[in-house]
């Protein structure tokens, strides 16, 4: 499968495979959708998400000036309500300052878009990549 990209403005890019990683559904929910159903309910969700970060995002002035790129991945749990708990650092990308900007991004956003119903976990826990990169050409590879 084809790796998509979406590019956003301030260098940004968002992975469309991985951008979200939780548990798989079991397969026996006792739900009435069907897996098309759920799996097109969390691609709009994943989508809603990055939409929201996207309206917030920042690349740390200080960091652009030194040319520092990387991958940080964070971790944190979303209740119901689409609220962020626990945001931490689940991988370094060996830059503080870029490190330090993901997890003020969650600070940031307030509310996220609320879980749909065919993920009944709460909380539902995510890891999601934040990739900094000052042109695409350079950007860096997990």
């Not at 959708?33 to 691609?43: C, G, K, Y």
């Amino acid at each position: 499968m084809r790796r998509r990209q979406y590019r956003v403005p301030g260098r940004y890019l968002f992975p469309v495979i991985g951008l979200l990683v939780f548990s798989a559904l079991s397969p026996q929910q006792g739900q009435a959708q069907s897996v098309t159903e759920s799996q097109n309910d969390l691609a709009l969700w994943q989508a809603g998400i990055v939409s929201r970060l996207t309206d917030i995002r920042h690349y740390p002035p200080q960091a652009r000036a030194d040319h520092e790129q990387g991958i940080v991945l964070v971790g944190f749990a979303i209740d119901r309500s689409g609220r962020i708990l626990t945001p931490s650092l689940a991988r370094s990308s060996g830059h503080p300052l870029l490190d330090e900007e993901a997890l003020a991004m969650l600070r940031r956003v307030g509310n996220l878009p609320p879980p749909p119903s065919s993920l009944p976990q709460d909380p539902v826990f995510l890891t999601l990549p934040v990739m900094f990169c000052l042109s695409a050409k350079n950007c860096p590879r997990s």
